[in-house]
T-cell receptor, first 116, second 112 residues
């Protein structure tokens, strides 16, 4: 069974540009999560999508946005890139569970975004 | 947002030694997860805990969900060189949102 896949592996942009990152979840998973991992730091929650809708977002500015497609794949868009946006962007997927507490998230390899 | 304090930040141990790391939160969590991340890769789920007091093992790894629901620990017994990596705790708060909050990680180095 294929795991979570992300593309591209690496992305280099200049300040002010826009970046689009893509994620395909594990087959059967409906929830997709995006996290930012700056160098040497832990993971910070960005966005959660399920069934095509944004369910929750972390403490990030509106220039971080995304969407989820009918096949449950997802895009993360970052507008007006700033130098501090340079980080590893990780996507995770899980089943949407109605019983709270049963939420195993499986991660992709990440997209390393470098803003020059 | 939720604060997860993970300690120690780093550990240097001899092969064969046991390792212990822990994570505490400022609020109650419903789920505790432990992940391992190696360079250039995404985190890999090691152990998931869903009930206060739960003790779960996965090979040489053992983790417990604290009885107060505000802490968890991970033990690795008889460490081997391939245990090297960064270990993250993650928790899902009782607020109902599905997103996870992560600790800052414990960087483990195993000296052969």
């Amino acid at each position: 069974e294929a795991g979570v896949t992300q593309s591209p592996t690496h992305l280099i942009k200049t300040r002010g540009q826009q970046a689009t990152l893509r994620c395909s979840p594990i087959s059967g998973h409906t929830s997709v999560y995006w996290y930012q991992q700056a160098l040497g730091l832990g993971l910070q929650f960005l966005l959660w999508y399920d069934e095509g809708e944004e369910r929750n977002r972390g403490n990030f500015p509106p220039r971080f946005s995304g969407r989820q497609f009918p096949n449950y794949s997802s895009e993360l868009n970052v507008n007006a890139l700033e130098l501090e946006d340079s980080a590893l962007y990780l996507c995770a997927s899980s089943l949407l569970v109605t019983l709270r507490g049963d939420n195993e998230q499986f991660f992709g390899p990440g997209t390393r975004l470098t803003v020059l | 947002g939720q604060q997860l304090n993970q300690s120690p930040q780093s550990m240097f141990i001899q092969e064969g030694e046991d390792v212990s790391m822990n994570c505490t939160s400022s609020s109650i969590f419903n789920t505790w997860l432990w992940y391992k991340q190696e360079p250039g890769e995404g985190p890999v789920l090691l152990i998931a805990l869903y009930k206060a007091g739960e003790l779960t093992s996965n090979g040489r790894l053992t983790a417990q969900f604290g009885i107060t629901r505000k802490d968890s620990f991970l033990n690795i017994s008889a460490s081997i060189p391939s245990d090297v990596g960064i270990y993250f705790c993650a928790g899902q708060p009782a607020s109902g949102a599905n997103n996870l909050f992560f600790g800052t990680g414990t960087r483990l180095t195993v000296i052969p």
